[in-house]
């Protein structure tokens, strides 16, 4: 196989990856005329493109965040459905990142490139699941790629909150979730845990959970944090942006502990320096068992990698006999930071 086989059609432009024979860009970081979005993340998912393709989920996610998802068109894609565009033939399946996410499937002249967009394979109730496409080439994000990172159970880390409310039953936990994705999977992991009360939400969630519920994933009684009898909810659990929770928007609730759902939360310095009292390790990305299985697994022979911590995934990608590369794309980074 040629080295450059996939560089004729499919490479990084100053806006991203472009797939020329499609004429489209894939999560572009500027205004482009065709862009195939992944997902809803304000890093991937941008305003000011004419034309956009992406799952009915993730215009969703784009509509209510951005206000329009395209200036002149959007088109939906259902998962496995395929799109011919010229010579291209284009598929959506599962990332199982967050609701809507999508790896682009695209076929062209015998050879299919899988662009991953930010995915994880471990179980997440509010999303499909990650589908391995097998492949010739794989593009990878890599946020948490480092053999440290490994998330564990979240249901784990669900139990520790649960078990720290019943131990200070007169505190208020305020738990900093990021608001697409993360929010309404801890909201239904503490569910599916049979937490069946009132669950209080930050202002900046209540758009995205909404929008879930729509889409039919069920997240329970939810109701605003902030009211006019000014409760200081004792006992309660109540969910904010990560940059409210060490915030005097949290001064309000009873002898407040916070906590931080993030896969960051395995660095115990990331949680002290937030001011976070009860950290919980669960992660919408990848950890670096699974960014490694999805390198081996589809049978690439190619891996590129769009944005993260690239050195260690590149080293291990060509200790397996493949071919990596760093695209460095810009204008990338995790929602969490
Ligand atoms: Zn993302
Ligand atoms: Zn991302």
Same mark, same amino acid.
């Given at each position: 196989m040629k080295s450059d086989r996939f560089e004729t059609w499919l490479s990084a432009d100053g806006r991203g990856l472009y797939c020329r024979p499609g004429g489209f860009h894939i999560d572009p970081s500027g205004a482009v005329e065709r862009a195939i979005i992944t997902h809803g993340h304000s890093d991937h998912a941008r305003s000011g493109h004419d034309y956009v393709l992406a799952t009915k989920e993730t215009l969703g996610v784009m509509?209510?965040?951005?206000?329009?998802?395209?200036? *002149?068109?959007?088109?939906?894609?259902?998962?496995?459905?395929?799109?011919? !565009?010229?010579?291209?033939?284009?598929?959506?399946?599962?990332?199982?990142?967050?609701?809507?996410?999508?790896?682009? %499937? !695209?076929d062209y002249k015998g050879a299919r490139a899988v662009i991953s967009g930010d995915y994880k394979r471990a179980s997440d109730p509010t999303c499909a699941p990650f589908e391995l496409v097998p492949c010739d080439l794989f593009v990878t994000e890599a946020t948490f790629a480092l053999p440290v990172f490994r998330h564990g159970n979240a249901k784990d880390e669900i139990a520790k909150l649960l078990k720290s409310r019943s131990l200070f039953p007169e505190r208020t936990h305020v738990v900093g979730a990021y608001g697409l994705g993360k929010s309404q999977r801890v909201i239904k992991l503490l569910r599916d845990a049979g937490y069946e009360r009132p669950i209080y939400l930050h202002g900046a969630l209540a758009g995205c959970c909404a929008l879930y519920e729509t889409f039919g994933v069920k997240l329970g009684e939810l109701k605003p944090a902030t009211d006019a009898k000014c409760n200081k909810l004792p006992g309660e659990i %109540?969910?904010?942006?990560?940059?409210? !929770?060490?915030?005097?928007?949290?001064? *309000?609730?009873?002898?407040?502990?916070?906590?931080?759902?993030?896969?960051?939360?395995? %660095?115990?310095? *990331?949680?002290?320096?937030?001011?976070v009292e009860l950290p919980l390790v669960i992660s919408d990305h990848a950890d670096w068992d699974e960014l490694t299985a999805a390198i081996e697994e589809p049978g690439a022979a190619e891996i590129w990698v769009t944005h993260g911590r690239e050195d260690a995934l590149l080293y291990h990608i060509e200790s397996t006999g493949r071919r990596g590369r760093a695209l460095a794309l810009i204008g990338r980074e995790d929602e969490d930071q």
């Open positions: 509509e209510l965040r951005l206000g329009s998802a395209a200036r *002149r068109g959007t088109q939906a894609l259902a998962y496995g459905e395929t799109l011919k !565009i010229g010579d291209v033939s284009v598929k959506l399946v599962p990332a199982g990142h967050v609701l809507g996410s999508a790896q682009v %499937v !695209i %109540v969910l904010a942006p990560p940059s409210a !929770i060490s915030d005097r928007w949290s001064r *309000r609730f009873a002898d407040p502990l916070t906590a931080f759902a993030s896969g960051w939360m395995r %660095v115990r310095a *990331r949680g002290r320096q937030q001011g």
